[in-house]
């Protein structure tokens, strides 16, 4: 099992666009904010910074909490396989804003902020 400073390194997903489905990897600043803030990407063995990416290979993968960065996501459980995921089953799908997460910016120090919470949250 990963570990950051001690603690559990839950694994996640970060969607950014469902249509067609694209995530990002610690490679770049959206998925190197939510790595900072304790995660490790299911996709970081992808060569790429941002891509394009199967819903099988993320229902292969089954993420322990995933990040939802657009604006739709009322057919998310729509999806097949959705309810087999763990992030799921133990209610860690997480829509945020695309502001603290997408863009360069200073809002990823936000973003670092909401995802190390979402993380490491307890139930």
Do not use: C
């Amino acid at each position: 099992e990963d570990r950051v400073r001690g603690k559990a390194q839950p694994t996640f997903f970060f969607e950014s666009s469902h249509d067609p489905l694209w995530t990002a990897t610690s490679k770049g600043y959206s998925g190197d904010a939510i790595r900072r803030a304790g995660g490790r990407n299911i996709f970081d063995d992808m060569p790429w910074t941002w891509g394009q990416i199967s819903w099988e290979l993320v229902l292969q993968r089954d993420p322990d909490v995933i990040f939802v960065a657009h604006g739709d996501a009322a057919n998310l459980a729509s999806r097949t396989g959705w309810d087999r995921l763990k992030a799921v089953k133990a209610g860690r799908v997480h829509v945020v804003p695309k502001e603290a997460f997408i863009y360069p910016t200073p809002r990823l120090a936000d973003g670092i902020e909401l995802a190390a919470r979402l993380l490491h949250e307890t139930h």
